[in-house]
Nanobody, 120 residues
Framework: QVQLVESGGGLVQAGGSLRLSCAAS??????MGWFRQAPGREREFVAA????????YYADSGKGRFAISRDNAQNTVHLQMNSLKPEDTAVYYC???????????????WGQGTQVTVSS
């Protein structure tokens, strides 16, 4: 397993932007994903990226607003979030696995999460 540490969360007004980062230990040959969990709701998929960075996949909720990218030299994955809405408020988790996917069971390593709060 790889160790993952998220950063970049915080409080932002609706319409604002945040950039989340996820630093991974070990080798960079993992597909990476971002998930989120809002209070009282199940964790849901946000975005995923293949190990080379050429393939990306987004949940409908983030299409056109979120962008996932990775820097394998730095073993880091980013999630740029623009035009944030109050309904984006959640704890955001990064995950690493063999295949990029919207399914949680495709990932076997998870970070501790970073809180994103969007005020109206």
């Amino acid at each position: 397993q790889v160790q993952l540490v998220e950063s970049g969360g915080g409080l932002v007004q609706a319409g604002g932007s945040l950039r989340l980062s996820c630093a991974a230990s070990g080798r960079a040959l993992y597909a990476m994903g971002w998930f989120r969990q809002a209070p009282g709701r199940e964790r849901e998929f946000v975005a995923a990226i293949g190990w080379s960075g050429d393939s990306t996949y987004y949940a409908d909720s983030g299409k056109g607003r979120f962008a996932i990218s990775r820097d394998n030299a730095q073993n880091t994955v980013h999630l740029q979030m623009n035009s944030l809405k109050p309904e984006d408020t959640a704890v955001y988790y990064c995950a690493a696995g063999r295949h990029y996917s919207k399914y949680e069971n495709s990932y076997d390593s998870w970070g501790q999460g970073t809180q994103v709060t969007v005020s109206s």
